[in-house]
């Protein structure tokens, strides 16, 4: 079992705030963190930042202790919902390792944690350096078990610790270490990232992301391969198509063939599945290649439930009418959990989420209120061509390592939204905006029955 701890950015600046307040004495806070308890990877995801009071601790430049009964504000509400506890405390002198006082102090708070919820789940205690970095290690039932495997910070930047950094010597990875460096190509291969859609603009994600040497690769789409695609799905053939071959299979069977040795999950399912949503949110890393908005406004959710990093790209080709093209634009979006959301951006509305779900669940009942006018602001399917789909899946993959290796001349806050228009020639970028009132009580939640709060994934 591997374990990891999620932040977001904001979340983040707050403990490191709280921790380092300039005396250099050492500083003491809680996370109330929710879980994806997965069969391979266990991940605390924060939804609160507690911090302990200066005056109620004990404060040196090598030790601090401060009152357990603090944790008696954190227990019912970590009990009622199987939360986890992490304690974080600072090392103002960049001592990077658990001391014997940190061996002492947690092992009394844990057995405080343990007899208090008595759960027998894990939780945890970690180190901030000033710097920021984090590491840490898991609290069990017998004391302390295992170490804090990742740890993801989710703001304009990516920022990820290891306890033990992947290794890379293949010719293919030193090419890219060239551009971005053995740090970003390490992390990269220790990376699982989940792609959903496989298709126009997916399928090209999926082909960068497997060369760059993405580690793990969870793939998900329902539909087989059909002739209308063969001109915008690298590595489908006419076979493909006559044989009604799932997606997802031939991208797996893509990826296997280059022999970089990733691990490849396929799910020819539904987002809106149980199981689908299971396994993106034990990724570290979701990119978006969907058309309709109830997937995208699902992976929203996702995404904000559970601390991720979210990456949107969404192509569209406007017919004049005549045989023609009247517009070609494309459009990148960076989501993070706690601020904006693609329906606080104005991409889409809940009328057009609601009309979907119902399309998806029953067509009849959507036919006959779309031609009675109930439903509002009903899409329908624009024609793909696959150098847009290349152009714009490649800013996507882009954005992603930007935010990876920042490496662009400005903060990458400026970023939030990527979006042009061929026609015109013409490109902008718009920064992250307020967060989104619908999705941020949900930040850091984790798991709840049933998932996300959909009673369809019961």
């Known amino acids: ?23 250099g004495m050492e500083a003491v806070a809680l996370l109330l963190c929710g879980r994806r308890a997965g069969q391979d990877r266990h991940i605390f995801v924060t939804q609160r930042v507690i911090p302990v009071p200066y005056e109620a601790c004990r404060r040196a430049r090598d030790r601090v202790t401060w009152p357990t009964d603090i944790l008696d504000l954190l227990i019912p509400a970590a009990h009622a919902s199987s939360q986890a506890i992490l304690k974080v405390h600072s090392h103002p002198s960049g001592y990077r390792a658990f001391s014997q006082t940190d061996d002492d102090s947690d092992r009394g708070v844990f057995e405080s944690i343990g007899s208090l919820l008595d759960d027998d789940l894990p939780h945890g205690s970690a180190i901030m350096l000033p710097t920021g970095e984090l590491f840490g290690r898991i609290a069990g039932p017998d004391g302390m078990v295992d170490h804090l495997s990742s740890i993801l910070v989710v703001g304009d930047d990516l920022k990820i610790w290891q306890a033990s950094p992947a290794h890379n010597t293949t ?7 060239q551009a971005f460096g053995s740090g970003t190509t390490a992390l990269l291969r220790s990376l699982s990232v989940a792609v959903v859609g496989c298709s126009g603009t997916g399928s090209i994600v999926i082909e960068q992301l497997a060369r760059l040497g993405v580690g793990r690769l969870v793939l998900i789409d329902p539909e087989s391969v059909e002739e209308e695609n063969l001109n915008r799905i690298p590595n489908s053939g006419k076979e493909d198509a006559f044989l009604r071959r799932p997606k997802v299979h031939v991208m797996a ?34 990119f978006g290649c969907m058309d309709r908005v109830e997937g995208r406004h699902l992976l929203n959710r996702i995404a904000t439930f559970y601390c991720m990093p979210y ?12 045989g023609g093209i009247a517009n070609i634009a494309g459009t990148v979006h960076y989501l993070q959990p706690g601020r904006s959301s693609l329906l606080s951006r104005g991409v889409y509305s809940i009328e057009e989420v609601e009309a979907e779900s119902i399309r998806r669940t029953n067509p009849r009942l959507y036919e006959r209120q779309r031609k009675e006018g109930y439903l509002r602001g009903v899409r329908e ?3 793909a061509v696959i150098s847009v789909n290349m152009f714009f899946a490649a800013l996507v993959v882009n954005d992603f390592l930007a935010r990876l290796h920042p490496y662009r001349n400005q903060p990458n806050t400026n970023y939030a939204r990527i979006g042009g228009s061929l026609a015109e020639l013409q490109f902008y970028s718009e920064p992250e905006t307020a967060a989104c009132e619908t999705l941020k009580r949900h930040v850091g939640r984790g798991d709840v029955e049933p998932p996300l709060e959909r009673p369809t994934l019961s």
């Open 1 to 23: 079992m591997k374990y990891g701890l999620r932040l977001n950015g904001a979340q983040h600046a707050a403990l490191r705030s709280h921790l380092f307040p300039g005396d």
């Open 171 to 177: 010719s293919f990875v030193l090419r890219h270490a």
């Open 253 to 286: 069977s893509a990826i296997a063939k280059m022999g970089f040795g990733q691990e490849v999950l396929i799910l020819e399912r539904d987002l809106a599945d149980r199981e689908s949503v299971l396994a993106v949110a034990e990724c570290d890393v979701v």
């Open 311 to 322: 990456f949107d790209v969404g192509v569209r080709l406007d017919a004049d009418g005549r």
């Open 381 to 383: 399917d624009r024609p």
